[in-house]
């Protein structure tokens, strides 16, 4: 299949389904003075689905993101939905952006002019990147995987061959954050000859899951002992949805204020956004990533990636990346790793503590990650393209 393009437009139908079982939602009760303590704020999210069903105007939304060039392709029997941006200037770097969950591509919308065209906001034009941003198969416009298996491995193939064979480079760069970090880093592992260099938020979270190095410094063993505390009074999403997310979905797929509830309460807390959600966020853009889930019913697909990295581990837990390897570190994210703990999976060239911003960087603040990449990559640049 060649390259097809591809717009956004949700039927009709959808939509219109969508008001109604909106308007039919059946509200749950709430003990006095909960706030958002036991999750999700019955008062904000009966505002958030009373906005969705009387004001969101998804067509406004829609006509925003279709102002980018989308494509699809089929790449090993995937159908893959992309976003394919030309950079201004002369030699553009090619790069690649993963999201991860529980965004989508929309994650990546306000970066992607930056890095295109940074001599109208505020750099250089040879800074430039031609910009890829693909949805996760699973997730968004991109087919669904229907086989067990399917990990974050089986994406950086696809990525791969989608940026070599289908895009034309022979070597690019690659950023991704949360899911999309795990995948830029099986990139770097898999096909390093075609990695320039990659770009991070984090360190992929499924290091902590395997056996610990015995001469660990005083702030990875504090860092390890976080993240087991997170797991226990955050990380309860994921366990369900590593082990029994066929239970949970029927529910979110069915119910749009469910669906809701599930995602907005991750983007209250893991942004740097003091409890005020829409200090970070409107309403518009909360909603716009939930509609890109209720639209295209990917809520189930998207969670089985926690349980394929339970019951399909990696098999390269040993491998460090030899790439030049950039990291972005944000105040509010979900986990800090130290230096020395990066540095013991990837070939760290660059660090940088935030001032601000939390997991949906990309979203959160856009300029100053921009800005780090740009700077990160800039000693790295050559053409990518032959």
């Known amino acids: 299949m060649s390259i097809q393009p591809f717009k956004v437009e949700i039927l009709s139908s959808t939509l219109d389904d969508l008001r109604e079982r909106l308007k039919r939602t059946r509200w749950t009760d709430e003990v006095a003075d909960a706030g ?9 999210l009966k505002q958030l689905v009373d906005y969705w069903q009387n004001e969101f105007d998804w067509r406004a939304q829609e006509k925003a993101i279709n102002r980018f060039s989308h494509f699809r392709t089929e790449v090993d029997g995937f ?35 930056l890095l295109t065209d940074p ?21 968004g416009f991109s087919d669904k995987p229907r086989e067990k298996g399917f990990n974050v491995a089986s994406v950086a193939k696809l990525f791969a061959r989608l940026m070599t064979e289908k895009l034309g480079y022979t070597r690019f760069a690659a950023h991704g954050g949360d899911w999309g970090s795990s995948v830029t880093e099986q990139l770097a592992l898999n096909y390093p000859d075609a990695l320039i260099g990659i770009h991070l938020t984090d360190v992929p979270f499924w290091h902590m899951l395997t056996m610990p190095p015995q001469d660990l410094s005083d702030a990875e063993r504090k860092y390890l002992a ?27 797929n069915d119910s749009p204020a469910g669906l809701a509830s599930w995602i907005v309460e991750k983007f209250r807390r893991w942004s740097d956004c003091d409890g005020d959600v829409e200090s970070r966020f409107t309403k518009d853009e909360l909603l716009t990533n939930i509609m890109i889930y209720w639209a295209t019913e990917t809520i189930n697909s998207s969670a089985r990636y926690y349980y394929e990295a339970l019951h399909n581990p990696l098999k ?30 990837f070939n760290i060239q660059g660090w940088t503590e935030m001032p601000s ?5 990309a979203m959160e603040e856009p300029e100053l990650l921009a800005e780090d990449i740009r700077t990160f990559f800039r000693p790295l640049r050559k053409s990518g393209k032959e």
Request: no cysteine; glycine share 12%; hydrophobic share 35%.
């Open 357 to 361: 911003g939390g997991h949906f960087a």
């Open 316 to 345: 390269d837990t040993g491998k460090r990346v030899e790439a030049p390897t950039g990291i972005a570190r944000f105040p509010k994210d979900i986990s800090h790793a130290p230096r020395e703990y990066a540095e013991r999976f």
């Open 119 to 139: 001599q109208n906001h505020g750099g250089d034009i040879q800074d430039s990147f031609d910009v890829i941003v693909p949805s996760l198969p699973g997730f």
């Open 36 to 44: 958002w303590d036991y999750g999700t704020n019955l008062a904000y």
């Open 79 to 113: 159908n893959l939905h992309f976003i394919y941006q030309r950079g201004k200037g002369e030699t553009p770097m090619p790069i690649i952006l993963t999201h991860g969950w529980p965004d989508s591509f929309v994650r990546m919308l306000k970066l992607i002019p």
């Open 226 to 252: 976080a993240g087991k505390k997170w797991q226990k009074e955050e990380g309860a999403y994921a366990i369900i949805q590593s082990t029994q997310p066929q239970t949970l979905a029927p529910g979110l």
